[in-house]
Every structure is written in structure tokens, then in C-alpha cells.
Nanobody, 128 residues
Framework: QVQLVESGGGLVQPGGSLRLSCAAS????????IGWFRQAPGKEREGVSC????????YYAESVKGRFTISRDNAKNTVYLQMNSLKPEDTAVYYC?????????????????????WGQGTQVTVSS
């Protein structure tokens, strides 16, 4: 059974950093594309960053490029999202998700419609 559990969210001041973790079970993270998404109050869920299965190719939304880094630890079966230079507009619930292999192994499209398995989310609040 595929399960994803996010952790690492919290309250941070603007300019600060957080590292989110997505612990996977029921599958191995290097065999599937995995993504981080976020949903702010009153807004649609959006793709933040995704990583491919083969080659670990990454994708970043323009709004986070240069500030966020997605990575994968195969030994721990965990995917991370390192978030630096955080801004108030980064405030949202952050989710990790994975794609059925039938929908491909690439990082793109990093879109909600493509992902079937979701974690419960972790709240990130950026405020002074």
C-alpha cells in the first residue's frame, strides 16, 4: 500500500529556511516520479517541485526557482524539499505525491492532475 507522510513544516520568519521530508512506504522513491505541491487558503493546489525517477531530473515552479531544492535519499526512501529565503507568499499546506508508473516517470508535467497518491500535508507559515 502506497503511503506518504510529510513532516518538517512550521512557523518561520521571512528569509528563513525549512526542510520538508516526505517518507514513503509501499514503493521505492527512485522508481517513481515524486512531487511537492502546495495549497494556500482560497487558492488551488499547485506544483512546486517534482523529481523524475530515472536520472533524478528536477522541475521547479518559477516562483521558487533558486530558493527551493528537491532531493531524494534512496536509502531512507525519503524525498526532501529544502526551502530557503522563504517569503510570506510561500505560506501554504505542502503535500508530497507520487505518480502511477503508467503515467510516466518524468518530472514534468508537475501538475496535480497527474498525481494519484498524496500525503496528509504539512503546514508552512512564513510570518514575522
Amino acid at each position: 500500500q502506497v503511503q506518504l507522510v510529510e513532516s518538517g513544516g512550521g512557523l518561520v520568519q521571512p528569509g528563513g529556511s525549512l526542510r520538508l521530508s516526505c517518507a514513503a512506504s509501499g514503493f521505492t522513491v527512485d522508481n517513481y516520479a515524486i512531487g511537492w505541491f502546495r495549497q494556500a487558503p482560497g487558492k488551488e493546489r499547485e506544483g512546486v517541485s517534482c523529481i523524475s525517477s530515472i536520472g533524478g531530473i528536477t522541475y521547479y515552479a518559477e516562483s521558487v526557482k533558486g530558493r527551493f531544492t528537491i532531493s531524494r535519499d534512496n536509502a531512507k526512501n525519503t524525498v526532501y524539499l529544502q526551502m530557503n529565503s522563504l517569503k510570506p507568499e510561500d505560506t501554504a499546506v505542502y503535500y508530497c505525491a507520487t505518480v502511477p508508473r503508467t503515467r510516466g516517470l518524468s518530472a514534468t508535467p508537475c501538475s496535480v492532475w497527474r498525481y494519484d497518491y498524496w500525503g496528509q500535508g504539512t503546514q508552512v507559515t512564513v510570518s514575522s
